[in-house]
């Protein structure tokens, strides 16, 4: 069964103190692990995909990345509007067809002027 | 234009009833996924839809959920019975042929008194 592990559950930051947030997976044959951000009452808004172990990925103030057993969000000078749950998800199976994702609990980080 | 459209946005029901949640993916999208998500947690597969077909249903928790896009466009989950427990955002995610990104919507919020 696939599992993802999301640490810490919540993050308090000042604003510019740089951090990272975990996401500790198995999976039988990893198809993508996804990042998404998550609002106060809205839907998860995606933000990267990473496939292969060492790939990385950046935008803004946020990069991904990627090892065989977890993958790192790391958070550079956080501004308090990148306060938000994110949440990891990890994607199995293979075909070419689209398959379900499985996320962990999110981190929620909150990000103080 | 505009992404993945749910309807109602918040469903209050008493316990027994039936309810019917709206989900209206972004045009050209052939993938289709409901998920469930309870506060604080993640969000939970509960079906996907290829098409027209429910390619994968295995999240169901019961026989009283049930889910169909007969155009293979909007797509109706239904709840028989319902519960306390089904109180949760019901979520929908849209993917398009070739892309494992999946996008979401805002959730429709059920509250079952």
């Known amino acids: 069964e696939d599992q993802v592990t999301q640490s810490p559950e919540a993050l308090r930051l000042q604003e510019g103190e740089s951090s990272s947030l975990n996401c500790s997976y198995t999976?039988?044959?990893?198809?993508?692990l996804f990042w998404y951000r998550q609002d106060p009452g809205k839907g998860p808004e995606f933000l990267f995909t990473l496939y292969s172990a060492g790939e990385e990925k950046e935008k803004e103030r946020l990069k991904a990345t990627l090892t065989k057993k977890e993958s790192f969000l790391h958070i550079t000078a956080p501004k308090p509007e990148d306060s938000a749950t994110y949440l990891c998800?990890?994607?199995?199976?293979?075909?070419?067809?689209?398959?379900?994702?499985?996320f962990g609990k999110g981190t929620l980080l909150t990000v103080n002027p | 234009g505009a992404g993945v459209s749910q309807t109602p946005s918040n469903k209050v029901t008493e316990k027994g009833k039936y309810v019917e949640l709206r989900c209206d993916p972004i045009?050209?999208?052939?993938?289709l996924y409901w998920y469930r998500q309870s506060l604080g947690q993640g969000p939970e597969f509960l079906i996907y839809?290829?098409?027209?077909?429910?390619?994968?249903d295995s999240g169901l928790p019961n026989d009283r959920f049930f889910a169909v896009r007969p155009e293979g466009s909007v797509s109706t989950l239904k709840i028989q019975r319902t519960e306390r427990g089904d109180s949760a955002v019901y979520l929908c995610?849209?993917?398009?042929?070739?892309?494992?990104?999946?996008?979401f919507g805002a959730g429709t919020r059920l509250s079952v008194l």
């Open positions: 045009s050209g999208h052939t993938a």
């Open positions: 998800a990890v994607q199995a199976g293979s075909g070419g067809s689209n398959y379900k994702l499985t």
């Open positions: 999976v039988s044959g990893l198809r993508g």
């Open positions: 995610a849209s993917s398009q042929q070739g892309s494992n990104i999946q996008y």
């Open positions: 839809f290829q098409g027209t077909g429910a390619a994968d």
